[in-house]
């Protein structure tokens, strides 16, 4: 998600960080891509306008200016800015009313509306240990209350016992029935979709709420509609007041477009993103982790807090001063193995370091993985001196050697060579962007 802006934020960033110091013209420029970033991902134009005025306000002033570390700066006020338009802090569901609480989910057809009605029960039974009750009122639809039952059945979760014939309005009283009778804790009730803005529907919901009096009422919204999504979002609240908005299908999204202009132009915050089909993949929306996976300067808190835990110190300052200078071999290669499965996973980690979300990718496309690391230690140890200093000596009997000695074969030996030389690529592109050594300049 976000990948088209992370990506240009990142070139941005990358040539304002390596300015010493910033005019008021490189601030414009970079305003002015900032502003073409957003527009070519799909941000409403009042919320784009917005943003780069504040952004501008702030980054022009005299303190910046003289700062020391003005591309820094900047980075700061355009992080800032991202977080307050994705909303400020998270939006946690509110639990905080009598059982049962009601919750109405309503959206169009297709938004993935039935999908995020399993998911939030399967979130609150597992994370807040509540019991919930799950209920189609859906009966536009044949297939509809079927569907839900059997989400609720892979949640392990209540579904209402469908009764053919009865009306929304009959299902929503029944299931807060069924709740206050069985001591549920939350009831869901997930409302017929529309195709689009219906008016009939819409009076239906409006009387389900004024029956039930739901705690959320929560709008699913396809986040791959890109600005469509915001204008049902606009619709559904002046109809039916909205208290929250999931949206849907964000790991399909990479322009981000809805995500950034719906708090701005709804007013409603979004509450949660749905990363996937599995009924698990649903996420808080957590507007200042996206801010910083948007602009790629990472989590740097907790890359630090991880690394002070885990790097031994010097070790670390001996392979950054290598790695600055390109020299890198199959020992350092193997010291740093170790500390890396000591930190956890690594793309994991590179994920946190600024600068690398583009090639972070290609990362993961070479397979680099935990597991295999120690195997690869194990290599290295069977490799004389000369050889970790200079593999390209490494021929056919010497590989068979190395192979039966740390318990290989030849073609997993061959393997680490070949990753060995991605890494080293990998190395100089970052050192290129400076993220090496930012990385290094964090840990040390
Ligand atoms: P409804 O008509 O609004 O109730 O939509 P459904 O819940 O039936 O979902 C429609 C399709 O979207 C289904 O195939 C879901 O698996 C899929 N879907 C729902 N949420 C997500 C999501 O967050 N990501 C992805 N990739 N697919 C989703």
Known sequence: MFDTLSGKFSDIFDRLRRRGALSESDVNDALREIRLALLDADVALPVVKDFVAKVKEQAVGAEVLRSVSPGQMVVKIVNDALIEALGGAPSPLNLFAPAPIPFLMVGLQGSGKTTTSAKIALRLKTRERKKVLLASLDTQRPAAQLQLEQLAQKAEVVSLPIIPGQTPLQIAQRAMETARREVYDVVILDTAGRLSIDLALMEEVKAIRAAVNPVETLLVVDAMTGQDAVTTATAFNEAVQITGIVMTRLDGDARGGAALSMR????????????????????????????????????????????????????????????????????????????????????????????????KQ???????????????????????????????????????????????????????????????????????????????????
Request: no cysteine; aromatic share 2%.
């Open 264 to 359: 701005s132009v709804t007013g409603a915050p979004v509450k949660l993103a749905g990363m996937g089909e599995k009924l698990d993949a649903l996420d808080e929306f957590n507007p200042e982790r996206i801010a910083g996976r948007i602009l790629g300067m990472g989590d740097i808190v907790g890359l630090v807090e991880r690394a002070a835990a885990n790097i031994d110190q010097v070790e670390a300052e001996k392979l950054a001063k290598k790695m600055a200078k390109g020299k890198f071999d199959l020992d350092d290669y193997a010291s740093q193995l170790k500390q890396i499965s000591k930190m956890g996973s690594l793309s994991g980690i590179l994920g946190m370091l600024p600068g690398v979300g583009k090639i």
């Open 362 to 444: 290609q990362i993961e496309s070479a397979n680099l993985d935990t597991t295999v690391f120690k195997k690869h230690v194990a290599i290295i140890s069977s490799m004389t001196p000369a050889e970790r200093r200079a593999p390209d000596i490494l021929k056919a009997s010497r590989k068979k050697r190395i192979a039966a000695g740390s318990g290989t074969t030849v073609q997993e030996v061959n393997k680490l060579l070949k990753q060995f030389d991605d890494m080293s690529t990998m190395m100089k592109r970052m050192n290129k962007m400076g993220g090496a050594e930012a990385m290094m300049r964090q840990v040390q």
